[in-house]
């Protein structure tokens, strides 16, 4: 009686729940399930939430299109050699906050919250004129440097405050037993910072796998330089009324983060948090 | 900005860092004076220091630079631009169209930061108030809708939105609103930035939410045996015990939210 009357009680917040999956999840169930439908399907009057016949036809046309494979090489090498290079910056500037007393140190961190805000829209004048007159343009380590420094400033306050929740305790512990401050830092603070690492480097992922403006504007005359975001939004002119094709294109390109989101899905949301929540 | 946090931030984490701060220590000597003195901090700065001069404050002067020159296209490819002034300001700033889109991008935020910290709010005390596994399945789509890229986001609104094949347009007039059979959101404009708001809420929920979510978690339940026990009523529970505590969170959570939602709304319109 009395479990029954918990469990009809507990009906609106279980309904609450229900409509928020709903809500999170249509979008990308949409752009999945229009992927694979065959044309005539997609443009019907009634849309089937599932698809009846399946087909792998836009999926061809996606990565049959020009340059899809050295795209998504670019891509992958530019999001990954900006987020480890951030990943270790970052980590020898906040070790150095959250640890050590030194002069500046309020100061650094304030141009830290500064950097964070930093107007990247309206310095991408600035960077083009720089990187032509260094001869950078329309090269992939421009493209890194700049997502570097956009992913840094969030990694260290995430990472500070990671840092910050690990008790000293543990490293002076094994700095009294004749660790040096390398060798305890190493084998103490940094397996605890394992979350804090994989959830920052998640956020910075995410910002310079996405990001189209640099992208589109710091790379011209090579094509074969161009990134993932850049060949979306091209796609999606070339095939504009083609709805499957740019769903699959879509698709390919979100999968990656769907992915790696979901497997570390634990890490993203107790991980992150935990930092966030120290910062 | 950091200073306010770290006070405010306190009653969140006296537990943890209580004897850490304490500076009673028997043995004063060693491992404190080599954490105030010498190089290491400087060094392990210096990284950030250089890349934030080279990459930030260095293009950020170039655009004062510019911005006080007679800069066109002409000046972008061969150099030599002519230098006048406060003129590209006061032509800017006496511009009425200027200061419309000054007014619209901050209603915008303001429509949007609302709504996202509101909704937010209220997903993060949904999910700490479910059992175990609707927990999981809840923090699962949120993370999905958080990792899903901001191009293919758009696509997938679009497509959602579309005038003649959208599903959108055939729920509403399979819901009996048959004024929007074909209704073309894109071609209005209040339609247009209600499909815009309800990208963007849909897109900066999850983060928000789940980070609320985990400030939630760190309120001791002692708190609201001892308010409920009092008699408080839920709302009541919220106003005096839990937003008190996630405050400092819930602020950081607003200020990244007024700031990525202003940088968005500038890309997006």
Known sequence: MSTARLRLRRVPLHAAAVVTIVLCLFPVYWMITTAFKPNRDIQSASPQLLPHTWTLDHFRTAVDADGFALFWRNSILVTLSAVLLALIVALGASFAVARMRWRGRRQFMLMVFVAQMAPWEALIIPVYIISRDTGMLDRLPTLTLVYFMMTLPFTIVVLRGFIAAIPQELEEAAQVDGCTRMRAFRHITFPLLAPGLMATSLFGYVTAWNEFAYANFLIIKHQDSRTLPVWLSSFQNVFGTDWGATMAASTLFALPALVVFLLLQRHVTSGFAAGAVKG | ?269
Not at chain 2, 161 to 170: A, C, K, Y
């Open chain 2, 1 to 269: 900005m950091s200073v306010t946090r770290e006070h405010s931030a306190a009653p969140a984490r006296v537990r943890l860092r209580r004897p850490t701060q304490r500076p009673v220590r028997p043995q004063p000597s060693g491992v404190r004076q080599r954490r105030g003195a010498g190089a290491w901090p400087y060094l392990l700065a210096a990284p950030t220091v250089l890349g934030m001069l080279y990459l930030l404050v260095y293009p950020l002067a170039r655009a004062i630079l510019i911005s006080l020159q007679d800069f066109q296209l002409r000046q972008l490819i061969l150099g030599h631009a002519k230098f006048v002034g406060l003129r590209n300001y006061r032509t800017l700033l006496t511009d009425e169209r200027f200061w419309q889109v000054v007014r619209r991008t901050f209603l915008f935020m303001a429509v949007n930061v609302v709504l996202i910290m509101l909704i937010a709010t209220l997903v993060a005390l949904l999910v700490e108030r479910l059992g175990s596994r609707w927990r999981l399945a809840l923090l699962s789509a949120l993370v999905l809708a958080w990792a899903m890229p901001v191009i293919a986001a758009t696509t997938v609104f679009q497509w959602l939105f579309h005038s003649e094949f959208g599903i959108v347009n055939w729920a509403l007039t399979r819901l009996g609103f048959s004024s929007f059979e074909r209704y073309p959101w894109f071609a209005h404009g209040p339609a247009a930035f209600t499909i815009l708001v309800l990208l963007i809420v849909w897109q900066s929920v999850p983060f928000a939410a789940i980070t609320l979510y985990s400030a939630l978690t760190t309120v001791p339940s002692e708190l609201y045996e001892s308010a409920r026990i009092d008699g408080a009523s839920a709302g009541r529970i919220f106003r005096a015990v839990t937003f008190p505590m996630i405050r400092p969170i819930f602020m950081l959570v607003f200020s990244l939210e007024v700031i990525w939602t202003l940088r968005r709304s500038c890309r997006s319109g």
